[in-house]
């Protein structure tokens, strides 16, 4: 089950959208394809986003897996804790391991992006 | 994954819940639940893992005992039965076209087990440079299963099926024994790891059976299943060298610090003289390990720079579990080679310094 309040991404990303700002982590499929989450790379703040574009990059002892923007802003935090402590990303990746928060440009980021039950047919669907 | 081969351990492994990968044309697991749980578990009590993809080629005839003198790099005549030692198979130019372990059966008998990817490579030129030795030449990889048991508490574990002795059986010592009354198994004390444990060459009809006794006496010693990810984490940490990543065709064994299975004084063998002229002149470039100065993980492929200009490639890079950093190899030129040197990774057209450190990464204890 994923969380019902949440938008998702065919990248196995997640936002969670409070007006014109969202959060934005990596799913618990994400983490679990992903295995054992060794380093996490994650953008400076103030650096603009388009949708698409890689802003940083998560990696396990096996795999490099890059993060895409899921939608156009501008990033007003990120997550350090996340560089010391990049398990949490397996422990805990809707909730203490977001990666970033986003000032969202467009008024309606939701567009393209997918609700809770057309991510988890995406996930069925795609593996 | 159509098309891609399976080992006899297969279906035990689905049953376990192991997650598969394409690895050359095997369909290999790679984890089951954790790659840095198994890791962890391999060094400090007992690791449980599926290699049959290796293959097993056999050297049988009066003329075998010349044949793999000529052939491999390693001293044959240092072998007694019940033995068995590294070596590589070297082209005529130093190129090496595989690293293996030779176990002697007898002096005019030996079986040689080789990286999965090159076994035919292997097999092939066995035959062709074996041809005017008196001697016949199999490639009996379909016949076995290998199952490497590792880790300090492998003898333990093995110890409960037999009345074997496993403190008489030193490192590369090897001996033909009966597990649970019936299951005839090739125990060797040999390994990819660093720890204590023993390679299982084993018939493929009882491949299961044998992995299913280990995993039940292993209950008891906290043994677990573990994939090709720890495989890889565990082999970096020791610097063994990875066929196709750390060494190939194009690298020597003189630089690729394998000079020591590289015995010039035991009479002719293929690649002997480049390799005696490489010794005499000396090195361009060295495998070296190093450690990051600053954030990234070095991965294989990976640019390595100094002053911004290219000087090398990493050959192995991983997250290490055991030291909590990442760790890397690579070639570099003589001037860098040096325990100190700094060089630059590129990871994602950055460049990260790093810094040439003394190997292996990983040291017991």
């Known amino acids: 089950m994923v969380p019902e309040s949440l938008f998702y991404t065919k990248e196995h990303e997640w936002l969670k959208i409070d007006g014109d700002v969202a959060l934005v982590g990596i799913t618990d499929h994400a983490q679990e394809q992903l295995g054992d989450v060794v380093f996490v790379e994650l953008p400076a703040p103030g650096t603009q986003l388009s949708t698409g574009d890689t802003f940083g990059s998560v990696e396990s002892v096996k795999a490099v897996s890059d993060l895409f923007a899921p939608a156009d802003g501008e990033v007003l935090e990120v997550n350090s804790t996340l560089e010391d402590q990049p398990e949490l990303l397996n422990a805990s990746p809707y909730d203490q391991a977001w990666l970033i928060k986003v000032k969202l440009s467009n008024t309606d980021a939701t567009e393209g992006l997918l609700s809770a039950q057309a991510y988890e047919e995406f996930c069925a669907t795609n593996g | ?365």
């Not at chain 2, 209950?219 to 994939?227: I, K, N």
């Open chain 2, 1 to 365: 994954m159509s098309g891609l081969k399976r080992t006899p351990l297969y279906d035990v492994q689905k049953e376990r819940n192991a997650r598969f990968v394409g690895f050359g044309e095997w369909e290999l697991p790679v984890q089951y639940q954790s790659v840095l749980a198994e890791h962890n578990a391999v060094r400090e009590n007992a690791g449980l893992f599926d290699v049959s993809h290796m293959g097993e080629i056999v050297i049988e005839g009066p003329g075998a005992f010349d044949a793999c003198q000529y052939i491999l790099t390693n001293d044959v005549s240092k072998l007694v039965d019940g033995k068995a030692q590294y070596t590589l198979m070297c082209q005529a130019d130093g190129g090496i076209i595989d690293d293996l372990i030779i176990y002697r059966q007898a002096d005019d008998s030996y079986f040689l087990c080789v990286n999965a990817s090159r076994s035919d490579i292997d097999f092939a030129h066995l035959v062709e440079q074996a041809g005017r030795f008196d001697c016949t030449v199999n490639n009996v990889s379909a016949d076995y299963a290998q199952l490497a048991l590792q880790g300090p508490k492998s003898f333990d574990i093995l110890g409960q099926l037999t009345d074997f002795d496993f403190s008489a059986l030193k490192p590369f010592s090897w001996a033909d024994i009966v597990l649970c009354g019936d299951l005839s198994v090739r125990v060797a004390a040999t390994g990819y790891t660093g720890e204590q444990g023993v390679e299982l060459y084993v018939s493929a009809n009882i491949a299961e059976s044998v992995w299913r006794a280990l995993e039940e006496c292993g209950q008891a010693h906290e043994l677990s299943l573990c994939g090709l990810g720890a495989r890889d984490t565990l082999r970096l940490e020791m610097c063994y060298a990875l066929y196709g990543n750390d060494i190939d065709d194009k690298h020597n064994p003189l630089e690729a610090n394998l000079g020591w299975v590289v015995k010039l004084k035991k009479g002719d063998f293929l690649g002997r003289q480049v390799l005696a002229d490489v010794k005499e002149t000396g090195l361009e470039r060295k495998l070296v390990g190093f450690k990051m100065l600053d954030r990234g993980i070095p991965r294989h492929g990976y640019e390595i720079q100094a002053g911004g200009d290219a000087i090398g490639v990493v050959t192995s890079g991983s997250h290490s579990p055991s030291l909590g950093e990442p760790i890397g190899l690579g070639y570099v030129p003589m001037e860098f080679a040096q325990t100190g040197s700094i060089i630059d990774v590129m990871i994602r057209n950055k460049a990260v310094g790093a810094k040439v450190v003394d190997t292996p990464f990983y040291k017991k204890g």
